[in-house]
């Protein structure tokens, strides 16, 4: 039932092209720059207008949710807040009628999301869901949604869930812009037609998975690894750190790359591998400054770069190739390759990649 993978987690990654594929069916039409969503078409009106938007999830799920922030940010003007359910519950948090919370959930049955959901519907707020089981609890209690269509996610770590998470992101903020009028049509033709070519840039971010495995020897004694992003590349870079730590137990953080030198930079010498999201995008030049500053305390620079890099390349000790596409579409091509780094690291590690110590698939306690 793996398909011929050693795990679920591997097969699961390289679902990808398929699962991000059956996220936009029946959703997209780049040739008239149009997006539908049917799960939320009742409330176009109530989207127009609205002032804020709030996300609540737990772990990878709220990664997708700060993916989620930029985007919609980003391209339909709307300001976004994004919370850990498991804190906004506790908050008394300032929610009204007016305002739409998006919950994210694999599963559909997270403990904590769901309280904050009711809370949220307590004080009238509009609740749209983003889930992947269909029909589970997180959906029957939102007022609208759409669905990730994944498929089954076996492994205990989120690959595929996650990437589906971020594409039904990406439909709702283009979504979003076309009712607001924030991006143009002509514009988003130009988005939609990229985006309908994202599954097979993804194919091609697979092919690096040999490199990687070679380059994962160098690093699965490491004791800690950082991982470095700026932009939407910060949350990318926060997945990469929690996929490795759950899966090898490899102590991993993520910041953003800025925030480096406010702290985390009393960490690196020789023995501390540093992950940098260091493509061709607007904070291009100041990732490599980061790197720099890594570099000159000998920190190994591990850096997931665009195609055809080489100022990165001359400066990394290993470099990782994304194809390039425009930057809203960056999170969905960096993960990748961060997914394979934990994977073939905790693989050579000896652990137990598709059910990892102390973790359950769905924590429906609080
Ligand atoms: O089912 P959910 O998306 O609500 O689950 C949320 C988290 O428990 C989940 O993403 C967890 O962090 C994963 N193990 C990450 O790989």
Request: proline share 4%; hydrophobic share 40%; with cysteine.
């Amino acid at each position: 039932e793996k398909g011929g993978f050693d795990h679920f987690m591997l097969k699961e990654i390289y679902e990808q092209p398929r699962s991000i594929k059956d996220c936009m069916r029946g959703r997209i039409y780049p040739t008239k720059g149009l997006v539908q969503l049917g799960g939320i078409k009742e409330y176009a009106d109530k989207l127009k207008n609205v002032d804020r938007i709030i996300i609540v999830a737990c772990g990878t799920s709220w990664h997708a949710g700060l993916v989620g922030e930029y985007l919609i940010e980003e391209c339909a003007r709307i300001p976004v807040e994004v919370e850990y359910a498991s804190e906004f519950r506790y908050r008394n948090p300032i929610i009204s009628e007016k305002d739409i919370v998006i919950a994210v959930s694999q599963s559909g049955e997270t403990a904590d999301t769901m309280a904050a959901i009711e809370l949220a519907k307590e004080k009238g707020a509009t609740i749209f869901g983003i889930c992947n089981v269909v029909g589970a609890s997180i959906p029957r209690l939102s007022h609208a949604g759409v669905y990730t269509h994944a498929g089954p996610e076996i492994g205990v770590a989120s690959t595929k869930a996650f990437t589906a998470q971020v594409t039904v992101l990406t439909l709702m903020a283009l979504y979003m812009a076309q009712q607001r009028g924030t991006i143009s049509n002509s514009k988003l033709v130009h988005l939609l037609t990229e985006l309908d070519n994202i599954p097979s840039l993804v194919e091609q971010c697979l092919k690096s998975n040999d490199t990687i495995r070679v380059m994962s020897e160098q690093f699965k004694d490491a004791r800690n690894f950082l991982f470095l992003g700026r932009g939407s590349g910060f949350p990318v870079a926060l997945e990469g750190a929690l996929k490795l730590k759950e899966i090898s137990y490899i102590h991993a953080e993520g910041y953003p790359a800025a925030e480096m030198k406010h702290g985390p930079i009393a960490l690196i010498d020789e023995e501390m591998p540093v992950v940098f999201i260091a493509t061709k995008n607007s904070s291009y030049e100041k990732v490599i400054s980061n790197i720099q500053e890594v570099k000159a305390r000998k920190g190994k620079v591990i850096a997931i770069v665009t195609e055809g890099d080489t100022t990165v390349k001359n400066m990394a000790d290993y470099t990782i190739e994304i194809p390039d596409a425009d930057e809203i579409f960056l999170p969905l091509l960096a993960t990748i390759p961060l997914q394979l780094l934990s994977y073939h690291i905790a693989v050579l590690r000896g652990c137990n990649v598709d059910q990892p110590r102390n973790l359950a698939k769905s924590v429906t306690v609080e």
